[in-house]
């Protein structure tokens, strides 16, 4: 059997997702990460601060769709590192980042037909007892979300939804036929 590139949705959708945080956060080390983070894993990122890792937790549902393919609802999450600077604590370089990747995914869909835009937006700080005991000058955060995706059969694009309008925003137009 010859190894071939992943072709899934989720695994282009968890690609893209990286690709487009890796874009926007210059200066800081992106990529793809598999599952939640544990305090040895946390002590090789802690090297690499600032650092994002991107996981796919898993769908936190799946369904049928009419098209005769499925649709998950993928539970994601940005797992931030930071290292205490001068004059600057780890936690706040955490909440900075976490901020900048929570307004980033606001909407977006990735580039992705087969995606809707993010749902219940969390950032969470996940600074414990554990990680006091390994060093107090580490920050971990995540911005976890959850995300619509197609996948299975007949994948058609979702549509995009419209832009909410202000209450009260209306406007009309009124065509006039041209004299000939």
Do not use: C
């Not at 694009?157 to 004299?179: D, H, K, R």
Request: without cysteine.
């Amino acid at each position: 059997m010859v190894d071939q590139p992943p072709t899934g949705n989720f695994n282009r959708f968890h690609e893209a997702v990286t690709a487009d945080l890796k874009a926007a956060l210059t200066g800081v080390a992106v990529d793809e990460h598999f599952g939640p983070f544990e305090l040895d894993e946390l002590k090789s990122y802690a090297v690499k601060a600032p650092a994002v890792r991107v996981s796919i937790a898993g769908p936190s549902h799946t369904g049928a769709m009419s098209t005769g393919g499925r649709e998950a609802h993928l539970v994601v999450a940005a797992f931030v590192v930071t290292k205490a600077a001068p004059n600057w604590p780890a936690h706040k370089s955490a909440m900075d980042l976490a901020e900048r990747i929570a307004a980033r995914i606001h909407r977006r869909t990735f580039g992705l037909t087969f995606v809707e835009p993010p749902r219940d937006v969390i950032i969470e700080n996940l600074y414990s007892g554990k990680l006091r005991e390994f060093s107090g000058s580490v920050a971990l955060f995540s911005v976890s979300w959850t995300q619509r995706v197609q996948f299975g059969l007949e994948t058609a694009p979702l549509p995009v939804p419209a832009p909410p309008q202000p209450e009260g925003f209306a406007f009309e137009v009124e065509i006039e036929e041209v004299p000939q």
